[in-house]
Structure formats: structure tokens, C-alpha cells
């Protein structure tokens, strides 16, 4: 990997990213509120259970899926994977965050270096939106990454927000939410792994337990994220 293709994944998977992945807690707010996480062990547990039975055979496969399909210029392709994502959310709360980050990063494309490219058009008209792995999918492969390089990234990225986003909820301090992260970081490359060689008919999107939490987010009394 380049410098270039190095600095513009670190980017993608940084919480700086102008997306709003940092209001999101994907579920952990609601378990918070229901003791289901109230320390660093069960903030690592749970985070480690979420990244490996929902983001590696959900979104992450995804990912790899429609980073193929983007560099065959496969619009078929992609315009399923989108809708495979659309279909599988399992919330309101869950559709319309990865809808909103994905038109977010849309949106960041059309303003980038790359912005001539014609992929990001259509991309931007997927309908009723481009959903946030297949948004990110692109993103990696304009930036000149393998799909290998761009789960890593994404997977990384999703690790430091769920921290973060941890370190309000539980709340962590600084010491405690680093050493979830190291956790995290070290089951990340086996997620990629299996995210990247899963086929299409073992992909699923099955989570009942954070499909409820979710679900009672939307009616929360006091909360700070919007998932």
C-alpha cells in the first residue's frame, strides 16, 4: 500500500469522517439502560459478540461484496447489495442510520479529489438511498485499496466508535475504553477474514436481542445518541 491509499483509508476510518458515526451507538445505549452492560468486561463482551455475529456476517460482507462489484463497475450488483441492506434492517433506528451515513459519505465523495468519477453518481442514486457499507465500499476502492485494506478500515472505524461511544454510555474513562479497543483490534483481523470470503447465501442479518434493544431506543426517555 501507497502513502497516498494508507492516509485516505485512515481517513475513512476516522471518527472525523463528517458521516455521524459518533451519535450512534448501535443498540449499546438501550443495553446500558438495561444493566445488560455496566463495566469495561461487559462493554468488551458485548462489543466482541456484536462485531462477530453481526457486523462480520452482516454489513462487513457486504463491504467485501460490493467492493467486487464496484471495481467490475457491476450496477446490478450493487443496486442488490443495497437493497439486501434495506430489506435486513431490522429497525427503524437501524435503516435510518445506515441510510443517513451513507448518503453522509455520498455526499463527501461528490466533494472529493474524486468527484468526477461516475460511480459516485450512481451511487448517490441508488434509491430510496445508498446504504453505509456500500457507500464505504466505493470509498475504498477510490482510494486504490483492496477490499482486504477497506475492511480493515471500516471494521477499525466502527471499533472506535462503539468505544467511544462506550466511554459516554457506560461511561468508560480513557484507560478502561483503550484497553476495549486493544480487545477489539485483535478479533478484527479474523472478522475480515470471514467477512471477505463469506458467500452470498451464508450472509445474514439475525441479532435479536440488539433488533429490541434497538427497537426501545426509539422510545427512550433520556438518551444521547440517535441509535
Not at 431490522?90 to 451515513?101: H, L
Amino acid at each position: 500500500m501507497d502513502a497516498t491509499t494508507l492516509l485516505r483509508l485512515m481517513w475513512l476510518a476516522s471518527p472525523a469522517l463528517p458521516v455521524g458515526g459518533f451519535s450512534y451507538s448501535e443498540g449499546l445505549e438501550s443495553a446500558v439502560e438495561t444493566a445488560r452492560v455496566t463495566h469495561e468486561q461487559q462493554t468488551g463482551d458485548w462489543l466482541l459478540l456484536q462485531l462477530e455475529l453481526s457486523l462480520t456476517r452482516s454489513d462487513a460482507s457486504v463491504v467485501a461484496a460490493a467492493h467486487g462489484a464496484w471495481l467490475a463497475n457491476d450496477r446490478p450488483r450493487v443496486a442488490a447489495l443495497n437493497d439486501w441492506l434495506r430489506q435486513t434492517r431490522e429497525s427503524a433506528e437501524q435503516r435510518a442510520q445506515s441510510e443517513q451515513m451513507g448518503r453522509s459519505l455520498a455526499d463527501w465523495l461528490r466533494n472529493s479529489e474524486q468527484a468526477g468519477d461516475a460511480r459516485i453518481e450512481q451511487l448517490t442514486a441508488l434509491a430510496p438511498a445508498p446504504h453505509w457499507p456500500v457507500a464505504y465500499a466505493l470509498a475504498g476502492v477510490l482510494a486504490s485499496a483492496t477490499a482486504q485494506e477497506t475492511l480493515l478500515a471500516y471494521s477499525f472505524g466502527w471499533c472506535e466508535n462503539m468505544v467511544q461511544a462506550a466511554m459516554k454510555a457506560v461511561p468508560l474513562g480513557q484507560a478502561a475504553a483503550q484497553r476495549v479497543l486493544a480487545r477489539l483490534a485483535l478479533a478484527v483481523p479474523n472478522a475480515v477474514q470471514s467477512a471477505a470470503q463469506m458467500p452470498d447465501e451464508q450472509r445474514q442479518a439475525f441479532s435479536p436481542m440488539l433488533a429490541v434493544l434497538s427497537a426501545q431506543h426509539e422510545t427512550q426517555y433520556s438518551r444521547l445518541f440517535r441509535s
